[in-house]
């Protein structure tokens, strides 16, 4: 009887050791299968939305997720851009203290964040959090080691796809910049005066770039004036063609300009360039 049980115990074990293997195997299939998919669907999206889309759309599926977010930190503000794939597609921007400070820390710690309804895994480049992907189901108790290794391969490759579509969104600008420009000096070549010149690239600038109005004006620090030679507009706003005294451009703009700094303004209320003088 003894010599018995210690057979079974020997062959329940052997099978169970087997079923597990074969278990692994299965998962591993599966999964090799899921990221060839993946690979395949994102390789064809050139856009970072359609990219981040396709991948929570196979995610949902695969982990039958009832959500999915990827959400990717400002470099420069405390704020991340939150994408959620649920019953409907949402972007916001949200406040790096609203987040789960529990959730955030182990993020930083290059740790993944599990709780009942949800696993978060991070994305940290040079020491810094960039980015995490998060799954999230209310039904679901417990998320495996196959699942949670499968979400940390899948949020390497949606980092390692945005930086594809961003570098190839950069090179094709530099390249239609490059067509514009040559175009540009075959345009120039034959215009007979310097105003003539002045015109049309004022005018195929702000064509190029979407403006709804440029144009060159020339400094006279001694008259204390600026004088807006050539203008060109859509229509969107009135022409400020004419002679205006260099304080109503703005001292710190100008002053800006005078060291040789290109003045970028992409928010008029909180720019230093902006200030009562103008």
Not at 225 to 246: F, K
């Amino acid at each position: 009887d003894v010599w018995l049980v210690e057979e079974v115990a020997e062959r329940t074990w052997a099978a169970y050791e087997r079923a597990k293997t074969a278990a692994r195997l299965r998962d591993s299939e599966a999964t090799l299968a899921f990221l060839l998919d993946l690979s395949d669907r994102t390789r064809q999206e050139t856009r970072p939305d359609d990219i981040l889309r396709v991948t929570a759309e196979l995610l949902r599926v695969r982990l039958g997720a009832c959500c999915v977010a990827w959400g990717q930190l400002d470099p420069a503000r405390p704020v991340v851009k939150l994408h959620r794939w649920a019953a409907e597609a949402s972007v916001e921007e949200q406040a790096l203290a609203d987040l789960d400070p529990d959730m955030l820390g182990a993020l930083r710690a290059e740790t993944t964040h599990r709780s009942t309804a949800g696993l978060t895994v991070p994305l940290v480049r040079d020491g810094r959090l960039v980015a995490f992907l998060s799954v999230e189901d209310a039904a679901r108790g417990h998320w495996t080691d196959a699942e949670i290794r499968l979400l940390e391969e899948v949020a390497e490759r949606s980092w390692a796809n945005l930086e594809r579509a961003e570098t190839s969104a950069r090179l094709a600008a530099r390249e239609a910049d490059a067509a514009f420009l040559l175009e540009l000096g075959d345009r120039l070549r034959d215009k007979p005066s310097a105003a003539d010149i002045l015109r049309e690239v004022v005018e195929a600038t702000g064509r190029k770039l979407g403006a709804h109005r440029i144009g060159y004006a020339e400094i006279d620090v001694a008259a204390d004036s600026l004088t807006v030679d050539i203008e060109w507009g859509d229509g969107t706003l009135a022409p400020i063609l004419g002679r205006y005294p260099l304080g109503a451009f703005g001292l710190t703009h100008l002053e800006a300009l005078s060291r040789g700094e290109t003045a970028r303004i992409d928010d008029a209320d909180h720019h230093p360039h902006v200030d009562e003088s103008n």
